[in-house]
């Protein structure tokens, strides 16, 4: 097994040197670079002369080799150095840091609010199949689908203020600062999402399980007179976990850096949002950074999975 | 007559309602001190520095920090008038190339230190000679200024090379802000970063992609100032959020601009609660004609593209679904120098008759040897408002000439470098927004391509060069208006070189209780908040 973990770990390497390879190469294919993002774009743009614009691009290293930028940036990774954002010139790792608790919270909440509907719902769906209570959960998760997280979101904050006259927080506080009114912010964007995720979530546990139900050994627990309760969660769950934890961990990696819209319906200061900002302006260190940044939450939650296949499926053993 | 002690009592309650009955409208504009002003800005600058930068999402947070030497007075709706600030007076030499200001003394920045008259001086030095390194967007347009130099610690004086009719204007701008002269000595990109000035409120926090938060100036030299005891500025970026902001009471106001069926919302919504500022903006969508693209190289064929336009019909339908409204030349509609809609109606595009439009256009076209069906390409900047629906009209109305045009989508941070300048296209949408309205700033847009390359349609035209410098050197408002007539005439009907779209419009609802702030044709002006106090 730990050959297995190290050889996986290795293996994260050329992976990482692939996504990054790729990232900066696409980046620089895209036109226009952040300089003129930054002085063109603007009304005023008429007044700004070439070399104003020539001198940006060498302070921001634009005018060196592609080569160059590229072996520059690796240097910088490998040393744990992510750089400057070419828009704002502050560190990187500040940028990130300072939305990186919100985004990490949003997608933990959304995470489980996923999993504490969609596996009992799930469960009983598959137990109770083609009946009114498969019918209500199946209807329940395939709204979850058809609905888009972020137009969710804008109907609970027009709910808010057509009802109730309320909004709730747009500036974030840190949980450790006031928790309640953390909680009061993030509540309705984790549960907007969450209802999202646990629609595909529910399906996937209700398939899995319906089929684990099939299988002999399940039977036979059964004809043995064994409690339901025991059957499932000894016998069924474990087995029919597999596919659901796979949804669950790649759909968390993605609520990293993809809840752009949500984020913006909801004014949450989140990687999403940064992300997309990022590429509107050609700002190429930050969207490397944030690339390197989400394949690295992929991989890691790959590696967690496999690694909890083996937990849930003794049949499964890596060498 | 004796009162019983009944009748005493009786007087004494009804004299007391009497001073408690609410005080009539009238008595309450009176400023009232106190109260945090909350706000939403949808955009966050990429730096601290107003020389450098050009978005709003600086000026509406930081303008508050700093003061400029002169100011837009705070109560002109056009503007446009030029007024006291750090300079508390000036004179004009006879020859109008020596402008000599006299400071107010007792200024203080926010650490306590004086500002004199070497801070007017860095600063400008800044804006208009920037050290290598250190970036100044509009440098341009102090071109005119010879020197600036510091007599006595209260006098700047500046001497410009040729008289300006828009200079004082110029020093008005709300991007000027007054620096420290020992700072930027130190390190002239300090401002980038940091923030200290004379403003009416002291820097608290900027936490990134969140807000900025402002508090009182105790020690502002223009006594009695500001109102407020701070602001918040929220960055929300989607205009749904700012809406919401408004309407959940949490903000007071967005300086920016709304679209008109959130103004119509929020007045159902919120009835007497919101008030509504509407102005028309210094911001307009233009045409531009590649002139070294066949057909666009022939005036008639330009020509025919502005006719077929009914700008006073488009008006209705337009303003109802996008963030344009009026019908104007080359200046925003209401200020000094713009042309009455009577006079506009002479030109090429503003006819009112529609018809008789069209029967030219196409008589033109024929003429220009151009066939029915022609077929061509506008490139447009890929955001919707108001980009789209402008597109949108301007192919119909083109479609009603017999031209058949297909619009092309070019993503925004790619359209303006790889596209426009480079003259890659046969007609496109080009994009003008001022912080002020001045014709110097406005019209030199339109000046000869070797003058100035924001010139998109790519044309030489020392006509009209001779037109901007006469108007732009011109002391007398009665001839300078004349010789902006006469350059609107060349521009958008004898050559067409440019053809303009509908004027944007300025919607700012706003909770009742700001008093104080008047909406200008600018969203960059009016954001120092010192007049702008909160009612109960």
């Not at chain 1, 009114?181 to 629609?199: F, H």
């Not at chain 1, 944030?290 to 939450?297: F, Q, T």
Request: charged share 20%; hydrophobic share 45%; aromatic share 12%.
């Amino acid at each position: 097994m730990w050959k297995y973990i190290l050889k996986r770990f290795l293996l994260m390497i050329p992976t990482l040197l692939g996504v990054a390879i790729l990232a900066f190469v696409l980046l620089r294919m895209v036109p226009g670079d952040v300089v003129e993002a930054r002085y063109i774009g603007a009304g005023q743009g008429q007044f700004v002369d070439q070399t104003l614009m020539a001198q940006e691009r060498v302070r921001l290293g634009l005018d060196q080799p592609l080569w160059k930028q590229f072996a520059d940036w690796m240097w910088g990774l490998l040393r744990g150095d992510l750089g400057i954002s070419m828009w704002t010139e502050t560190p990187i790792v500040a940028e990130i840091r300072l939305r990186f608790a919100l985004s990490l919270q949003l997608a933990i909440m959304a995470t489980v609010i996923a999993t504490v509907l969609a596996i009992p719902l799930g469960i009983i769906a598959a137990l109770k199949q083609d009946t009114w209570v498969d019918y209500v959960v199946r209807v329940f998760s395939i709204t979850g689908l058809a609905m888009p997280s972020f137009w969710l979101g804008i109907l609970i904050i027009l709910g808010f203020l057509i009802i109730f006259r309320w909004l709730p927080p747009m500036v974030y506080t840190p949980f450790w600062v006031d928790p309640w009114q953390n909680l009061l912010q993030l509540i309705w964007p984790a549960l907007a999402v969450g209802y999202r995720y646990s629609a595909v979530a529910t399906r996937m546990t209700r398939s899995a399980m319906l089929e684990v139900l099939r299988e002999d050994y399940i039977r036979t627990a059964r004809a043995k007179g064994l409690w339901l309760k025991l059957i499932l969660v000894r016998h069924a769950l474990k087995n029919a976990m597999l596919p659901v934890v796979t949804v669950i961990a790649l759909e968390f990696a993605f609520l990293l850096g993809g809840l752009v819209v949500t984020e913006q319906v909801f004014n949450l200061n989140g990687l999403g949002l940064l992300f997309v900002e990022a590429v509107a302006r050609r700002d190429y260190t930050l969207t490397q950074a944030l690339v390197m940044l989400v394949a690295s939450a992929y991989i890691i939650v790959n590696f967690f999975m496999d690694i909890m296949y083996a937990w849930l499926d003794p049949r499964i053993r890596y060498r | 007559m004796r009162l019983s002690n009944v009748g005493r009592i009786t007087i004494g309650l009804l004299l007391a309602a009497a001073l408690a009955a609410p005080v009539p409208a009238a008595a309450q504009d009176k400023p009232r001190y106190g109260g945090e002003l909350i706000f939403p800005v949808p955009s966050e600058p990429p730096s601290y520095d107003g020389h450098r930068e050009e978005t709003f999402g600086l000026i509406h947070p930081w303008a508050p920090f700093y003061n400029t030497l002169l100011r837009v007075d705070p109560n002109d709706p056009s503007g446009t008038k030029p007024v006291a600030s750090l300079a508390e007076s000036w004179t004009i030499a006879k020859d109008d190339l020596t402008y000599t200001f006299k400071l107010h003394r007792g200024v203080k920045f926010h650490d306590g230190s004086e500002m004199t008259s070497k801070d007017i001086k860095a600063s400008y030095d800044k804006i208009i000679s920037p050290p290598p390194g250190v970036g100044s967007t509009r440098k341009g347009q102090y071109a005119v200024v010879e020197a600036v130099e510091t007599p006595d610690p209260y006098t700047v004086r500046f001497r410009l090379k040729w008289p300006s009719g828009a200079f004082l204007t110029s020093l008005a701008s709300p991007w000027n802000f007054i620096y420290k002269a020992d700072v930027l000595a130190k390190d002239p990109h300090w401002y980038e970063k940091n923030v200290m000035g004379t403003g009416p409120f002291t820097f608290v926090e900027h936490v990134k992609g969140s807000h900025v938060v402002g508090k009182k100036n105790p020690n502002y030299w223009d006594k009695g100032k500001p109102y407020l005891d701070g602001f918040r500025a929220l960055f929300v970026r989607d205009s749904a959020a700012q809406v919401a902001l408004v309407r959940g009471e949490r903000a007071h106001i967005q300086f920016r601009s709304f679209a008109a069926k959130d103004r119509d919302n929020l007045k159902a919504a919120l009835g007497d609660k919101i008030r509504v500022q509407e102005s028309p903006w210094d911001c307009v969508l233009l045409v531009a004609m590649n002139h070294e693209k066949k057909p666009f190289d022939d005036k008639r064929v330009r020509r025919a593209l502005t006719l077929a336009i009914d700008r006073w019909e488009g008006s209705k339908a337009l303003s109802q679904i996008t963030i344009v409204k009026e019908v104007a030349g080359v200046q925003v509609p209401g200020t000094p120098y713009a042309t009455p809609p009577d006079e506009l109606s002479k030109l090429a595009g503003y006819w009112k008759d529609i018809n008789a439009s069209r029967a030219e256009a196409k008589k033109l076209l024929r003429e220009a040897g151009v066939p029915d069906g022609f077929s061509f390409t506008f490139k447009n900047r890929g955001i919707p408002t108001p980009y789209e629906p402008l597109a949108i009209w301007l192919i119909d109305q083109w479609r009603q000439i017999g031209l058949n045009v297909k619009h092309e989508v070019i993503e925004s941070a790619a359209y303006f470098g790889r596209v426009v300048r480079p003259g890659d296209f046969e007609v496109a949408m080009d994009f003008q927004c001022g912080y002020i309205v001045e014709p110097d700033l406005d019209l030199y847009k339109f000046v000869s391509r070797d003058k100035n390359p924001a010139n998109y349609s790519r044309y030489t035209d020392r006509v009209l060069d001779e037109l901007y410098d006469k108007q732009s050197r011109s002391q007398d408002p009665e001839e300078r208006k004349k010789l902006i007539r006469a350059f609107e005439k060349r521009l958008l009907d004898e050559e067409a070189h440019y053809m303009m779209t509908l004027q944007w419009h300025r919607i700012i609802p706003h909770s009742a209780k700001v008093r104080g702030w008047q909406i200008t044709p600018s969203h960059y002006l009016n954001n120092t908040l010192d007049v702008v106090w909160l009612a109960e």
